[in-house]
């Protein structure tokens, strides 16, 4: 099938195969799975326009809603952090579609970015598996087994329980203004600093907007390690933020196009679909997956593949 704003050939099979395959080993890991398709487009499709950016975003407005739409429903929503770092990440996604359309339309310069931001998320992978890492985490480990024990108890006097919690846990928000949002969930309270969250959720919203990511890789990382956020309360955010930037992000790619007529600018809405069916299915598989394996397995594989990428893209850029 041809795809004509990518300027490639591809069978049709092939990007929702790939994208499949990539969202089922990513999302155990808790990690979008949108930035690694992004190397294999580049790579593997030779589709390196300007153009493969929004088309990496349209993969998350098909893959993203269902996930969203189940941490809505069960009340796992903290509207306060989604609306920080929506504030955020929105004026960096305008930013960076203009610094990816003047400063980096050549493949080689994207390539080396893109080295850049993979290392970052293949460095924290790994980081999350030493000893530092796991000794910071030990109040979010209490509470997950608190988590654990208190979905069972309610699983044995028949109520309802959705992806391994029960109906109690739900998100109450506390406080909320410029400075601090604190909310409550499952008897536990956690907080976080607003200007600090806008500031890195700016930064975020540059480097999805230039690489063609929502920033929820990088997003959701930063509250569980800095502000200790619970990752149960964080991945809805997360989404809802990488879903809205990724809407944002396509149709203002669309409004540039016209001012950059010598190069591909609007997105392969054909491709990107197929690629976002995949990783619709692949999201769920990854999942049910996440039960029967460690976590530590999980993350070390991922980590050392985007690692991988990262050196080679680099040693590329840095060998001329």
């Not at 591809?10 to 930035?35: D, I, M």
């Not at 960096?92 to 994207?110: D, K, Q, S, T, W």
């Not at 530590?296 to 990428?309: A, S």
């Amino acid at each position: 099938m041809r795809f004509p704003v990518a300027g490639i050939d591809v069978s049709p099979w092939l990007p929702p195969l790939v994208s499949l395959a990539v969202a089922t080993l990513t999302t155990p890991a808790g990690v979008s799975g949108a930035f690694l398709l992004l190397p294999f487009q580049v790579s593997v499709l030779g589709f390196t326009s300007p153009a493969v950016s929004p088309t990496n975003l349209v993969y998350n407005l098909v893959a993203i809603p269902g996930g969203l739409w189940r941490y809505i429903r069960e009340g796992r929503m903290v509207w306060p952090l989604t609306w920080v770092v929506v504030a955020g990440t929105l004026p960096g996604v305008f930013a960076g579609a203009i610094i990816r359309l003047n400063y980096l339309p050549n493949p080689r310069a994207f390539k080396f970015f893109v080295g850049l931001v993979l290392l970052y998320l293949g460095g924290r992978l790994l980081y999350e598996l030493t000893g530092r890492y796991s000794r910071g985490r030990e109040r979010l480990r209490s509470l997950e087994a608190k988590f654990r024990e208190r979905a069972l108890a309610a699983r044995r006097e028949g109520k309802r329980v959705a992806a391994g919690l029960s109906g109690e846990a739900v998100v109450r928000t506390c406080t909320f203004n410029w400075r601090q949002v604190e909310y409550e969930f499952w008897g536990e309270r956690f907080s976080f600093n607003v200007p600090t969250l806008f500031l890195v959720a700016l930064v975020v919203g540059i480097v999805g907007g230039i690489y063609g990511i929502g920033g929820g890789a990088i997003i959701a990382p930063f509250c569980c390690a800095v502000f200790a956020l619970p990752a149960y309360t964080v991945a809805g955010a997360a989404l809802a933020g990488t879903f809205l930037t990724s809407i944002v992000g396509v149709v203002y790619y669309t409004i540039l196009a016209p001012l950059y007529p010598q190069m591909a600018v609007k997105p392969d809405w054909l491709l990107g679909f197929l690629f976002g069916i995949g990783g619709l299915t692949g999201t769920n598989l990854g999942a049910r997956l996440q039960k029967f394996l460690p976590e530590q397995v999980i993350r070390g594989i991922l980590g050392i593949l985007v690692l991988f990428l990262a050196l080679s893209y680099i040693y590329q850029f840095l060998r001329g």
